[in-house]
């Protein structure tokens, strides 16, 4: 099984909103990653959590704040996003990071279309 | 830095016929790996193929090869007997100490 998950698929939401995305594996893996694309771009990496500790944070703004309850779950709160907020959030997981020479392949989520109004 | 450079925007194909998408990268290590991902509308991005640096022979999967020249620092992806559902945008992308870097990617279109 080579499924990451992720929920909401579509998500509007205002400026002065909180929501949550989420994510799920069951493959695992230990490390797991959040990413921004725009439409006709690469994705942007934006945090990458490594046996749940935080290792990465791409000089992201605060009003997106990640979380990583366990082994299986990631979580990006969202508060106070802006317009140019507006992307598709993919969700990736990998069986470790590139600490130690060893570097895996990143399976993907569906991703969270997202809408700031 | 590392970077990863797909020069070709665009590109369309045959069914049935055969297409190659390029691919180049920029690094200083020496132990690294290379894939290929595709990303059909469906926006789900499907990892490809795979090439480890360290290996001389050239990855393949299925219709899916590469021509991985790691003194060129180029990795191509060549598709064979191109089916419909092959539609998609396709991107390169490098992964080394500091987790993965992607090219801009190729759009390629299947024509029935």
């Known amino acids: 099984d080579t499924e990451v998950t992720q929920t909401p698929k579509h998500l509007v939401m205002g400026m002065t909103n909180k929501k949550s995305l989420k994510c799920e594996q069951h493959m695992g893996h230990r490390a797991m990653y959040w990413y921004k694309q725009k439409a006709k771009k690469p994705p942007e990496l934006m945090f990458v959590y490594s046996y749940e500790k935080l290792s990465i944070n791409e000089s992201v703004p605060s009003r997106f704040s990640p979380e990583c309850p366990n082994s299986s779950l990631l979580n990006l709160h969202l508060h106070a996003l802006q317009p140019e907020d507006s992307a598709l959030y993919l969700c990736?997981?990998?069986?470790?990071?590139?600490?130690?020479?060893?570097?895996?392949?990143?399976?993907f989520g569906p991703g969270t279309r997202l809408t700031v109004t | 830095a590392q970077t990863v450079t797909q020069s070709q925007p665009e590109m369309s194909v045959q069914e049935a016929e055969t297409v190659t998408l390029s691919c180049t990268y920029d690094?200083?290590?020496?132990?690294?790996?290379l894939f290929w991902y595709k990303q059909p509308p469906s926006r789900q991005m499907i990892l490809v193929i795979r090439q480890e640096a360290y290996k001389q022979q050239n990855a393949t999967e299925n219709r899916f090869s590469v021509n991985f020249q790691k003194a060129a620092k180029s990795f191509s992806l060549k598709i064979s007997d191109s089916q419909l559902g092959d539609a998609a945008m396709y991107f390169c992308a490098y992964n080394g100490a500091n987790n993965l870097f992607f090219g801009t990617g190729t759009r390629l279109t299947v024509i029935p």
């Open positions: 990736a997981s990998s069986l470790s990071g590139t600490s130690g020479g060893t570097y895996y392949e990143q399976y």
């Open positions: 690094t200083s290590e020496s132990d690294y790996y």
